[in-house]
């Protein structure tokens, strides 16, 4: 028991989640292996960012199991939450505190003593090499910066598991570069377990010890990155993904939030 | 300091004092009542023998600003939502109690900073109120800032955007002020009027500062405070309910 707890950090079984009549997560089951890069791919609307909402406790399960570090996050959410930092796909940070304030913010809420806060923000800001902007208001960022600064911050409290929500989008490829450079750093010398989702193929390529492709609210195919593409005789994984997922574009519907979004920016908030 | 509800008081108070566009813009509405309606129709009122309006009025001003800053801190939770800061709040390890009850310490902290600034400005336009009971008036602020944070954050916890906004502005937020007896006394008004201002919570509210800022009382202190405590104590049971809910 104990020595399946340490290999597999995250267990999944049979995970369902509806939302009245649509099934978004259908069945899924997988593991990721303690100090593994493991990367979720899948077109719009497969059910990736729904499966990462519910091994992340904002979302609860229509049914299935899950653990994360040997703690069922249904029942003990706290304990769970403190084994891992999360990137969501939008951003959160808040735009009226600076850089810094955001960091102790996210400190004092995951309970890293007072003595080693200072110490461990001002490593993470180095780190991401925002130590200059500290004392910035993070409205005044770009996004890469803001990325970077979020990425610092679910690194705060050395979580086990980091969760990426898509970490890449609309980065420029300098930033892409740095950021998966810094990550790969951080999962081989802290062991860190990285659970991953990206549209960019060439990335999950590049960095994901294993992979598996979601559609529709199923894993269709997994394996590492060689074998995928054996399997589907493909010369690289965007071949083969497009194989598993057909051309079809698929639409994600925009939700109020987006056009609440677009609107207060052309308010200019407040 | 350690405490999640610590900082999250702290941040409502920094988002507040850095936004000096928001506090100029909330003094502007208490003035304009303050001037154009205490002194347009300050004659009227000592006419029918009520006395100096601008006593009867500055607390009912003192109340609304509450309110509004409060509502406003409270329903912020859906700003929150939208620009992603919510999500952060919520996967942290800390009970939704604790960030509920911060936010509201914090949105009516900001509201009676607002409060207090329409009572000096008050006071400078020619309302003289009775410094004795000022501790109480205080204690009445913080209980309206609390019942109306904790109010907004119910109704934000709701609602998925900004769209619902100006319902709450125009069918709750703007008939609890005008029905309370904020701008006009309730002893002579139509039966009717008087029976819905006694189901409105700000009436006590507005009650409470003017016993103990202006000296006049429709229910006395000591009611005015035991209905304020109770109801802000349901409204932030109820609150705290509603945002522990929330689903992203």
């Known amino acids: ?270 | 300091m350690n405490s999640p509800v610590y900082t999250m008081w702290l941040r409502q108070v920094k988002k507040y004092l850095r936004s000096k566009s928001r506090i100029i813009g909330s003094l502007g509405q208490p003035i304009l009542f303050l001037v154009a309606l205490g002194f347009g129709l300050g004659t009227l009122y000592k006419l029918a023998n009520g006395g100096n309006f601008m006593d009867f009025l500055a607390p009912g001003i003192i109340a609304m600003s509450i309110l509004f800053t409060s509502m406003f801190t409270g329903i912020e939770v859906i700003w929150d939502r939208q620009f992603g800061f919510l999500k952060e709040t919520l996967v942290a390890p800390v009970t939704r109690f604790k960030i509920m009850f911060g936010r509201t310490l914090g949105g009516a902290t900001t509201g009676i900073f607002q409060g207090i600034l329409v009572l000096i400005i008050a006071t400078i336009i020619g309302f003289r109120p009775e410094l004795a009971l000022i501790p109480v008036a205080l204690v009445f602020m913080v209980l309206i800032g609390l019942f109306f944070t904790s109010l907004g954050t119910a109704i934000a916890s709701k609602l998925e955007d900004m769209q619902g906004f100006n319902l709450i502005m125009n069918f709750l937020v703007m008939p609890l002020f005008f029905l309370s007896g904020a701008l006009f006394p309730l002893q002579d008004a139509p039966g009717f009027l008087k029976v819905i201002s006694y189901f409105d919570p700000l009436t006590y509210g507005v009650d409470g500062l003017r016993a103990t800022l202006a000296g006049a009382s429709q229910f006395g202190i000591g009611i005015d405070l035991a209905v304020c405590t109770v109801l802000t104590l349901i409204v932030l049971f109820i609150g705290a309910k509603m945002f522990s809910d929330v689903q992203i």
């Open chain 1, 1 to 270: 028991m104990t020595l399946e707890k340490e290999r597999n950090i995250i267990k999944v079984k049979k995970l369902v989640k509806k939302f009245g009549d649509f099934t978004a997560v259908d069945g899924v089951s997988f593991e990721v292996k303690k100090g593994e890069m493991f990367a979720f791919l899948g077109p719009n609307g497969a059910g990736k960012s729904t499966t990462i909402k519910m091994l992340t406790t904002l979302l609860n399960p229509t049914s299935g199991e899950i653990s994360i570090d040997g703690v069922n996050p249904r029942k003990n959410k706290n304990k769970a939450r403190k084994t891992f930092g999360i990137v969501f796909q939008d951003p959160s940070l808040d735009d009226d505190l600076t850089a810094y304030e955001n960091l102790e913010f996210h400190a004092v809420f995951y309970g890293v003593p007072e003595k080693e806060r200072k110490d461990r923000i001002e490593k993470m800001l180095k780190f991401v090499e925002l130590w200059e902007r500290k004392d910035s208001l993070v409205k005044t960022f770009s996004g890469g910066m803001k990325r970077r600064l979020e990425i610092a911050r679910g690194l705060i409290h050395h979580p086990k598991i980091l969760f990426l929500d898509e970490p890449t989008v609309g980065l420029d490829p300098q930033t892409r570069n740095h950021l998966w450079k810094f990550i790969k750093e951080m999962n081989r010398e802290e062991k860190m377990t990285v659970f991953l989702t990206t549209h960019y193929m060439e990335e999950a390529e590049d960095v994901a010890d294993r992979i598996a492709i979601m559609d529709h609210g199923k894993i269709i195919e997994r394996g590492t990155a060689g074998e995928i593409k054996k399997k589907t005789k493909s010369k690289n994984l965007e071949d083969a993904f497009l194989k598993l997922t057909g051309h079809a574009i698929r639409d994600e519907s925009a939700s109020s939030l987006d056009h609440l979004r677009s609107r207060a920016r052309a308010w200019g908030r407040r």
